[in-house]
């Protein structure tokens, strides 16, 4: 997935000559915080609704553009560059140019939430284990062998890195079942270190609402 097939087809930029209220009421209805200024298809910079609240509402957006550090992404960048661009940035939208360096549209943090989410295996029913290790000892490989050998398999993996003397990793791996009693059990016969289990004996409807819930979570 890249940029220019996750544009926005809801948000649109301010012009310079709009004014704090016209962005204010942009920026409420589309649930965001930031805007990119346009100026004869130029990315200019971006306001803030912190930055708009404070002035008056007949002030035009121009003076309040930030662009100190010009935050932008291209066409044919990939949907893991752009969600590195928004860690960088802390904006909630971002510009996209094309080729020629011109505007071509607006990427949402919450939407591309929304796509990835749909689009993986986290949407998917499973169960979740998370293990603490050092890193020379992770081998995907060797987690899915013992891992399928009840018969379940690994449908995820996210490591994050801990910030201890030993500089141990946790591993989150997702599975495509929910009851993970023998998967535990294997991995703790293996010698792996388990810092929890996530897991449902019983699925119900609440299950199907949780990605609402994650949505409504992120928009406030």
């Known amino acids: ?24 009421v942009f920026m409420h209805d589309w649930e965001i915080a930031h805007l990119p200024v346009v100026e004869n298809n130029k990315l200019l910079g971006y306001v803030t609704l912190e930055e708009i609240s404070n002035n008056s509402k007949s002030t035009k957006v121009d003076k309040l553009i930030k662009n100190e550090k010009q935050f932008f992404a291209t066409a044919h960048q990939h949907i893991f560059e752009l969600l590195k661009i928004f860690s960088e940035s ?22 591309i939430i929304n796509v990835i989410y749909k689009n993986s295996s986290l949407s998917q029913i499973g169960g979740i284990i998370v293990l603490e290790m050092l890193p020379k000892d992770y081998s995907l490989a060797e987690l899915s062998r013992i891992v399928e050998y009840n018969d379940v398999k690994i449908i995820n993996v996210f490591i994050n890195t801990l910030v201890n003397e030993n500089n141990s990793i946790l591993v989150t791996m997702k599975f495509n079942q929910t009851d993970l009693k023998n998967v535990a059990t294997s991995l703790e016969r293996h010698g792996k270190v388990i810092r929890s289990v996530h897991q449902a004996d019983k699925i119900d409807d609440s299950y199907a609402n949780r990605y609402d819930w994650l949505i409504k979570y992120l928009n406030t």
Request: charged share 15%; hydrophobic share 40%; net charge negative.
């Open 1 to 24: 997935m890249f940029a220019e097939t996750l544009l926005s087809h809801e948000i649109f930029p301010l012009k310079k000559t709009d004014t704090c209220e016209t962005a204010q």
């Open 90 to 111: 802390s904006l909630s939208t971002i510009g996209v140019v094309n080729a020629q360096n011109s505007f071509a549209g607006i990427i949402s943090y919450k939407e």
